[in-house]
């Protein structure tokens, strides 16, 4: 079955450390994408990728980096700089034909204690 | 600044009513406006909206979009506990030669009582 796999689903960090969230699609998109959420809020962009090799900021990059060195995976890391780091983690894709129409994956819960 | 508001932020209803959540956008050079479901995590794809009003349905759920009062609304008729969810409105355009990043309203929660 195609789709996107984020790992893990729920992780727990200390005050200081940095963490990678992991996504893996199958979808053969070209496009991903890092959001995140808090309660009461919409998505809000991290980082996007249009391509292989090539990553972009979104409105909230700071404190986060990524990487795309294959197709198929776009990993986040949320990095000691990050004040308020606390949130749930969605990576999306989308196929270039259909602009806008983003697949989900299931979410990563960050608890920073 | 592009920005999507969405109301009510909350809504509770009955089984069998009929209700209506409401999208107003302002963003620069407008592509499209789409609507996602959420009930646990993973928001699903519900409809994507280009063209004023031409109305898009599946099943009990209907959208349309009104670019002259850019906004848009999603009609749910005989509601079910399981359309108990978040609702989010996000709209595409052209952002620094990318087609496609979205930016999403803050979502309506809206909760079915049996």
């Known amino acids: 079955d195609g789709g996107i796999t984020q790992s893990p689903k729920y992780l727990f960090r200390k005050e200081g450390q940095n963490v990678t969230l992991s996504c893996e699609q199958n979808?053969?998109?070209?496009?991903m994408y890092w959001y995140r959420q808090d309660p009461g809020q919409g998505l809000r962009l991290i980082y996007y990728s249009q391509i292989v090799n090539d990553f972009q900021k979104g409105d909230i990059a700071e404190g986060y980096s990524v990487s795309r060195e294959k197709k198929e995976s776009f990993p986040l890391t949320v990095t000691s700089a990050q004040k308020n780091p606390t949130a749930f983690y969605l990576c999306?894709?989308?196929?270039?034909?259909?602009?806008?129409?983003?697949?989900f994956g299931e979410g990563s819960r960050l608890t920073v204690l | 600044e592009d920005k999507v508001v969405q109301s009510p932020l909350s809504l509770v209803v009955h089984e069998g009513d009929t209700v209506t959540l409401n999208c107003s956008y302002e963003?620069?050079?407008?592509?499209?406006l789409l609507w996602y479901k959420q009930e646990k995590k993973a928001p699903t794809f519900l409809f994507m909206l280009t063209s004023s009003g031409i109305e898009k349905k599946s099943g009990r759920l209907s959208s349309i979009l009104d670019k002259k009062e850019l906004s848009s609304i999603l009609n749910i008729t005989a509601t079910q506990t399981g359309d108990s969810a978040i609702y989010l409105c996000?709209?595409?355009?052209?952002?620094?030669?990318?087609?496609?990043?979205?930016?999403f309203g803050k979502g309506t929660k809206l909760s079915v009582k049996p």
């Open positions: 963003v620069t050079n407008f592509r499209s």
């Open positions: 999306a894709s989308c196929d270039r034909g259909r602009t806008g129409e983003l697949f």
């Open positions: 979808l053969n998109h070209d496009a």
């Open positions: 996000a709209v595409g355009g052209n952002y620094g030669g990318s087609q496609g990043n979205l930016i």
